[in-house]
Structures are given as C-alpha cells and as structure tokens.
C-alpha cells in the first residue's frame, strides 16, 4: 500500500497547518498588543503621578514666592501667570490674594444685586436672590422683603432651610433657595470667605470679582484685569476703572489662591488649585491649605 496521503487530503491538512498558523500569529499579536498597552498604561499612572508630584512642588514654590521680602521679585497675586521649566516639566502658577474677592459673609444686600445683575441675571431677580442670601447668612428666623426663611425652603420641597450662619465654603451659596447653578459657576472665582473686606481690592480683583461694583461691564473689567496684568512690580498702579475709581496699594495679604500645572515632557499633565495662608509654626510648614481641589480640567 502506498503510504502518502492521496492528493486531496495532503491539501486539507495544509489549509489546517495555515489556519493553525493564522491563528498562533493573531494570539501572539494579541498578546504583544496587550503588553504594550499595559506597558503604556504603566507609563501613563507613572507620569500622571509624577505631574501630581511636580504640582505640589510648584505650590511650595509659589508660596515662597508670595514671601519674598523684595517686592521687584515677589510674585504679584492678581491673576497673572508664572511659567518655569525644570528638568524638561513645565510648571504653570498663578495666585489671586484673596483680598481681591468678594468676601460674601460681608458683603451687603445691594452689592450681592450688583454682582448678580452684572452676571446677567435679570435686575429685578437679582433683588430676590441678594435678600435670600441674607436671610440665609442671618441668624434670625424673620424673611426679609422678598427674603426667604426656612417655611419657604420647605414649601419648595426642600429638606432643610437657610443655614443661618456665616457661609463655611463659597460651595454653599448653591444652597441658598433660587440660585442658579451656571450663575454660581460663573461667579466662583471672584467670591472668598476668607478676606472680611466689604468690596474688592482692586490691585488683585480677578474680572469676576470686579463686577460687584456698580457702573462697571463685563469687558471694561476684562480689560482693566489685562492692563493691571501688563504691569510689572514697581511700575506703579495708575490705572484706574471707569467709574474713576483708582488702585490703592495694601501691602501683602496673608490668604491666597493659588493655581499650578505641571506638564511632563511627554505631555502628560496634572494640575490642582489650593487656597493657603502664608505663616505657620516652628518647624512646621510655611503655610496651612484652607481649601484643596483637584481632578478638574478647566
């Protein structure tokens, strides 16, 4: 008997040795693929992390900045950026005093409407909004004209009524009945309840802040920012907003925000936003976080 495989079935076992084949390369690309990509990954957490790393590090920098008793090399808080390369990362700072905000455990009911109409809420709704502000930040159960007290929170559904106390956190105004979340939004970063000051300071008022001031618009406090901005340390300050009113130096303030990226040579970034205040104890920091936030990409 002849022991070759007929013709036929020599065929049929060469298309299942290639398919055997096929399918060996697809698992071992499959396998490679895999590697790599956890390998990217990997690398991805480790940049990422050391981002995060070089971010806190640029915070300390910043606050070391902010303490500088020279005033032609301290950092100007108003808003302006810093840039820094070390070691290929990029560091990116800001720092805004806090005295440049409005402080809203002090401002009063007509400064809260101007601030709110000058947002783009309608006037009149403004008005409403302002007075349950200050019911909420009062102590006493009596609602102001087109206030509201706690029977109002609770004839809208809610749960609990106004704090009654001074705001902890800026976050809290979102707890006040009636405010608007994209008005608060827009709002945020121009309000503190760290700088116990009526109205803004102008020499570090970010536009935000600048728009609780009557007889001011949108883009005149844009500008007034950018031309405050262009100036460097010692220049002096005669600028002033249209209304006439002029920048007065105040010295250094003790309470900042500060904002800091830092991006790798890869392109990998991260970045967080701390408000501190400068001082701290022996042998201790340099200064003490008030408020920490992370894990946003605006």
Known sequence: MNPRLPYRQRGVALVLVLWVLILLTIASGAFALMARMDQLEANQLLSGTQARFWAEA????????????????????DGRPYATEIDGVLIEVSAIDERGKLDINVADEATFAILFSNHGMDPGDAEILAARVMD??????????????ADAYFAEGLAVGPGNHNFLLVDELLQVLG??????RRM????????????????????????????ITE?????FVAERQSLEAGEGLEIALPNGQAIVAQGRGLTYSIRVKA????GVWDQLQATIRLGGTPGGPPFRILRWREGFNN
């Not at 640029?58 to 950092?75: K, S």
């Not at 883009?219 to 500008?223: M, T």
């Not at 991006?263 to 890869?266: F, G, V």
Request: proline share 9%.
């Open 58 to 77: 640029g915070l300390n920098l910043a606050a070391v900045a902010l303490r500088e008793p020279e005033e032609e090399l301290r950092m100007i808080a």
């Open 179 to 184: 405010m608007p979340y994209e008005l608060w």
């Open 219 to 223: 883009e005149e406090a844009v500008n």
């Open 263 to 266: 991006t790798m040579p890869n």
């Open 136 to 149: 909420w930040r009062d102590g006493d159960e009596v609602e102001r004209v087109n206030g509201a007290e």
């Open 188 to 215: 945020e970063p121009g309000l503190t309840v760290y700088s116990r000051a009526s109205l803004p300071d102008l020499a570090y008022a970010p536009s935000e802040a600048l728009l609780a001031i009557p007889d």
